[in-house]
Protein backbone atom coordinates (compact mmCIF):
# COMPACT_ATOMS: atom_id res chain seq x y z
CA UNK A 1 0.00 0.00 0.00
CA UNK A 2 1.38 3.52 -0.96
CA UNK A 3 0.31 6.64 0.72
CA UNK A 4 0.06 9.75 -1.18
CA UNK A 5 -0.95 12.98 0.18
CA UNK A 6 -3.01 16.00 -2.29
CA UNK A 7 -3.67 18.88 -0.64
CA UNK A 8 -5.35 18.26 1.90
CA UNK A 9 -6.22 14.22 1.11
CA UNK A 10 -4.64 11.17 1.48
CA UNK A 11 -4.55 8.66 -1.00
CA UNK A 12 -3.76 4.78 -0.40
CA UNK A 13 -3.17 3.02 -3.31
CA UNK A 14 -2.55 -0.78 -4.29
CA UNK A 15 -0.45 -0.91 -6.85
CA UNK A 16 -2.44 -4.30 -7.79
CA UNK A 17 -5.93 -3.30 -8.33
CA UNK A 18 -7.15 -1.05 -10.56
CA UNK A 19 -5.73 2.87 -9.41
CA UNK A 20 -8.94 4.73 -11.33
CA UNK A 21 -10.86 2.59 -8.96
CA UNK A 22 -8.68 2.89 -5.71
CA UNK A 23 -8.96 7.16 -6.94
CA UNK A 24 -12.76 7.24 -7.99
CA UNK A 25 -13.69 5.47 -4.31
CA UNK A 26 -11.66 7.43 -1.97
CA UNK A 27 -12.75 10.86 -3.87
CA UNK A 28 -16.37 9.80 -3.12
CA UNK A 29 -15.57 8.56 0.27
CA UNK A 30 -14.48 11.97 0.85
CA UNK A 31 -16.84 14.00 -0.58
CA UNK A 32 -19.74 12.20 0.95
CA UNK A 33 -18.06 12.31 4.41
CA UNK A 34 -17.43 15.86 4.15
CA UNK A 35 -13.41 16.18 3.96
CA UNK A 36 -13.70 18.10 0.62
CA UNK A 37 -16.40 20.65 0.94
CA UNK A 38 -19.16 21.51 -1.53
CA UNK A 39 -18.34 23.33 -4.35
CA UNK A 40 -14.38 23.14 -3.80
CA UNK A 41 -12.49 23.13 -6.74
CA UNK A 42 -10.28 19.75 -7.04
CA UNK A 43 -6.75 19.57 -8.66
CA UNK A 44 -6.51 19.37 -12.12
CA UNK A 45 -6.02 16.30 -13.99
CA UNK A 46 -2.17 17.17 -14.51
CA UNK A 47 -1.80 17.98 -11.03
CA UNK A 48 -3.47 15.08 -9.33
CA UNK A 49 -1.77 12.63 -11.68
CA UNK A 50 1.86 14.22 -10.77
CA UNK A 51 0.91 13.97 -6.81
CA UNK A 52 -0.72 10.41 -7.28
CA UNK A 53 2.24 9.48 -9.80
CA UNK A 54 -0.34 8.14 -11.99
CA UNK A 55 -0.50 7.92 -15.90
CA UNK A 56 -3.32 11.60 -16.47
CA UNK A 57 -5.91 9.03 -18.09
CA UNK A 58 -6.17 7.21 -14.84
CA UNK A 59 -7.38 10.05 -13.47
CA UNK A 60 -9.54 11.29 -16.41
CA UNK A 61 -11.22 8.12 -16.09
CA UNK A 62 -12.06 8.36 -12.08
CA UNK A 63 -12.86 12.15 -13.05
CA UNK A 64 -15.44 11.20 -15.70
CA UNK A 65 -17.20 8.33 -13.17
CA UNK A 66 -17.57 11.35 -10.51
CA UNK A 67 -18.92 13.74 -13.15
CA UNK A 68 -21.16 11.11 -14.07
CA UNK A 69 -22.09 10.49 -10.15
CA UNK A 70 -23.23 14.11 -9.89
CA UNK A 71 -20.59 14.83 -7.55
CA UNK A 72 -18.45 17.01 -9.68
CA UNK A 73 -18.58 19.48 -12.28
CA UNK A 74 -16.56 20.63 -15.03
CA UNK A 75 -16.69 24.89 -15.43
CA UNK A 76 -15.05 25.61 -19.03
CA UNK A 77 -12.11 27.66 -17.97
CA UNK A 78 -12.51 26.96 -14.28
CA UNK A 79 -11.44 23.38 -13.49
CA UNK A 80 -13.48 20.75 -11.81
CA UNK A 81 -15.60 21.62 -8.85
CA UNK A 82 -17.28 19.38 -6.03
CA UNK A 83 -21.07 19.40 -6.73
CA UNK A 84 -23.06 22.50 -4.46
CA UNK A 85 -26.09 20.43 -4.00
CA UNK A 86 -26.19 18.16 -0.55
CA UNK A 87 -28.96 16.45 -2.24
CA UNK A 88 -26.91 14.96 -4.60
CA UNK A 89 -24.36 13.76 -2.13
CA UNK A 90 -26.48 12.34 0.77
CA UNK A 91 -28.30 10.35 -2.58
CA UNK A 92 -24.60 9.05 -3.27
CA UNK A 93 -23.72 8.72 0.66
CA UNK A 94 -26.86 6.32 1.14
CA UNK A 95 -26.06 4.42 -2.28
CA UNK A 96 -22.73 3.72 -1.14
CA UNK A 97 -24.36 2.47 1.97
CA UNK A 98 -26.66 0.00 0.60
CA UNK A 99 -24.16 -1.44 -1.27
CA UNK A 100 -21.82 -1.74 1.89
CA UNK A 101 -24.61 -3.37 3.48
CA UNK A 102 -25.49 -5.70 0.56
CA UNK A 103 -21.70 -6.59 0.48
CA UNK A 104 -21.72 -7.38 3.97
CA UNK A 105 -25.11 -9.31 4.04
CA UNK A 106 -23.91 -11.35 0.88
CA UNK A 107 -20.51 -12.18 2.84
CA UNK A 108 -22.23 -13.38 6.07
CA UNK A 109 -25.11 -15.43 4.65
CA UNK A 110 -22.10 -17.32 2.42
CA UNK A 111 -20.27 -18.13 5.77
CA UNK A 112 -24.28 -19.47 6.92
CA UNK A 113 -25.40 -16.65 9.10
CA UNK A 114 -28.86 -16.82 9.20
CA UNK A 115 -30.63 -13.03 10.01
CA UNK A 116 -30.55 -13.68 13.27
CA UNK A 117 -26.95 -15.06 14.26
CA UNK A 118 -25.87 -11.63 11.99
CA UNK A 119 -28.21 -9.47 14.57
CA UNK A 120 -26.61 -10.98 17.43
CA UNK A 121 -23.05 -10.33 16.03
CA UNK A 122 -23.79 -6.63 15.18
CA UNK A 123 -24.86 -5.98 19.01
CA UNK A 124 -22.34 -7.86 20.22
CA UNK A 125 -19.70 -5.78 18.21
CA UNK A 126 -21.87 -2.76 19.37
CA UNK A 127 -21.68 -3.64 23.22
CA UNK A 128 -17.79 -4.37 22.63
CA UNK A 129 -17.34 -1.35 20.78
CA UNK A 130 -18.96 1.07 23.54
CA UNK A 131 -16.95 -0.96 26.32
CA UNK A 132 -13.92 -0.56 24.72
CA UNK A 133 -14.54 3.64 23.86
CA UNK A 134 -17.16 4.44 25.62
CA UNK A 135 -16.95 8.28 24.11
CA UNK A 136 -17.04 6.43 21.11
CA UNK A 137 -20.34 7.89 19.00
CA UNK A 138 -22.46 5.14 18.36
CA UNK A 139 -23.39 3.89 14.89
Known amino acids: MDERQVGSLTFYLDLSQPLYEQILQQMRNAIVKGEMALGEKIPSVRDMARALKVNPNTVIRAYQELERDG ?69
Open 71 to 139: LTETRRGQGTFITTSQERVERIRNELAQHAIEEFLEKMQSLGYSWEEIERCLQDKKKEDAADDPNRRSL
